[in-house]
Every structure is written in structure tokens, then in C-alpha cells.
């Protein structure tokens, strides 16, 4: 299974991106896609979580401005990320979480899956 993402830059103070994750391989199912950060020299965070059944959670420092979506049938998992902050500056990574696969006739337990992380740079 790979996650690649896109989206990510260089925006200024009050300016929106919106970041793509999109998972490929012999994906059977998806409980939770998300998106995590992390800033330099601060721990990885979840910014944003929804899971198949559209159930999100949202850290509190991006309700109101950031919004998730996902589509289940491309197995894909979009952040919306409007009026950024400076703060807002970290690697972003996506995350799918509880993903079973299907090869060869057999289904794979259940396993956790990271993006290679694409950076969002909020100038001042």
C-alpha cells in the first residue's frame, strides 16, 4: 500500500492550500484516513481524522479553517485548509489507519500506513 500526497507550499498569512492523499494497492478496506503534522522540533499531531462512515475529529487549533473530506471510492483523502496561520508551518503527513488488504484470495489483518509528508509554509 502507498500514500502519496500533493498540495503542499508556500502561502502567505490568511491563504488557503488544500492537500490530496491518495491510496493505492490491493485495498480491500479503509477504517480512518487522515492527516497529521509536525513543526520542528514538536511531536507529530493529528490535525484532522474521518473515518469510512464520515465520522471526523479535529484538532483544536484548525476547527473552523481546516476541513477534511474523503472519497471512499478512490481511496482518497483531502484537507481544505483555509485562512493559514503562521503556525500552520509543518510537514504534513497522511495517515490510513485500519487498512485491510485483499491478494490472492486472502484478506490481510489490518495495518497503518504514512505518506511520505509534503511540506505547508505560512509566511507572515
Known amino acids: 500500500v502507498q500514500l502519496v500526497e500533493s498540495g503542499g507550499g508556500l502561502v502567505q498569512a490568511g491563504g488557503s492550500l488544500r492537500l490530496s492523499c491518495a491510496a493505492s494497492?490491493?485495498?480491500?478496506?479503509?477504517?480512518?484516513m487522515g492527516w497529521y503534522r509536525q513543526a520542528p522540533g514538536k511531536q507529530r499531531e493529528l490535525v484532522a481524522r474521518i473515518s469510512s462512515f464520515r465520522s471526523i475529529n479535529y484538532a483544536d487549533s484548525v476547527k473552523g479553517r481546516f476541513a477534511i473530506s474523503r472519497d471512499n471510492a478512490k481511496n482518497t483523502v483531502y484537507l481544505q485548509m483555509n485562512s493559514l496561520k503562521p503556525e500552520d508551518t509543518a510537514v504534513y503527513y497522511c495517515?490510513?489507519?485500519?487498512?485491510?488488504?485483499?491478494?490472492?484470495?486472502?484478506?490481510?489483518?489490518?495495518?497503518?500506513?504514512w505518506g511520505q509528508g509534503t511540506q505547508v509554509t505560512v509566511s507572515s
Open positions: 494497492g490491493s485495498i480491500f478496506s479503509i477504517a480512518g
Open positions: 495517515n490510513a489507519d485500519g487498512v485491510r488488504t485483499y491478494q490472492s484470495g486472502s484478506y490481510s489483518s489490518t495495518n497503518d500506513y
